[in-house]
């Protein structure tokens, strides 16, 4: 009797998120929502410019390294190592920092390569295939023991 039903477990994953209107629409939302909650306090109006000015850049650098990380490609290979492949085909091997956040609808993966420069992949079914984010999910969960 032949039971395949582990077999897709095994085999690497690859996910390339790409950019999405609605997760770039939330993060402007939630940028124009604390400027508005700044501008509706009583502190002096050059602080509120201050804040606005600075709900504006982290708004640019929000929107810049979401557009980035939508190039890279996050990929989990058969003995759980993380790797990030670039455009060029170029891979280096990451490592998950703190502050997964998993959720059958969306998931939130933070990995940092060997220079500490950290890499947030936001991983939905709006950016992704279904089939990698399955895949994903169930390896995140269920960990291989050695």
């Not at 994953?13 to 508005?36: D, K, Y």
């Not at 280096?92 to 390569?113: E, W």
């Not at 279904?130 to 895949?135: A, C, L």
Request: aromatic residues 8%.
């Amino acid at each position: 009797m032949n039971d395949d039903r582990g077999a897709g477990f095994d085999l690497p994953i690859q996910i390339g998120p790409h950019p999405s209107l609605p997760i770039l629409g939330v993060i402007i939302a939630l940028h124009g929502g604390a400027a508005a909650c700044v501008w509706l306090t009583s502190l002096p109006l050059w602080i509120k410019l201050a804040a606005f000015v600075l709900a504006g850049g982290s708004l640019l650098l929000t929107g810049r390294r979401y557009r980035y990380v939508a190039r890279l490609r996050l990929g989990l290979n058969v003995r759980d190592q993380w790797f990030i492949i670039d455009r060029a085909g170029n891979s280096r091997p990451v490592t998950p920092v703190s502050g997964l956040f998993l959720h059958p609808a969306l998931a939130i993966l933070t990995v940092a390569d060997e220079e500490s420069t950290v890499y947030p992949f936001i991983i939905s079914p709006l950016n992704t295939d279904p089939d990698s984010r399955r895949r994903l999910r169930v390896r995140l969960r269920f960990r291989k023991t050695p």
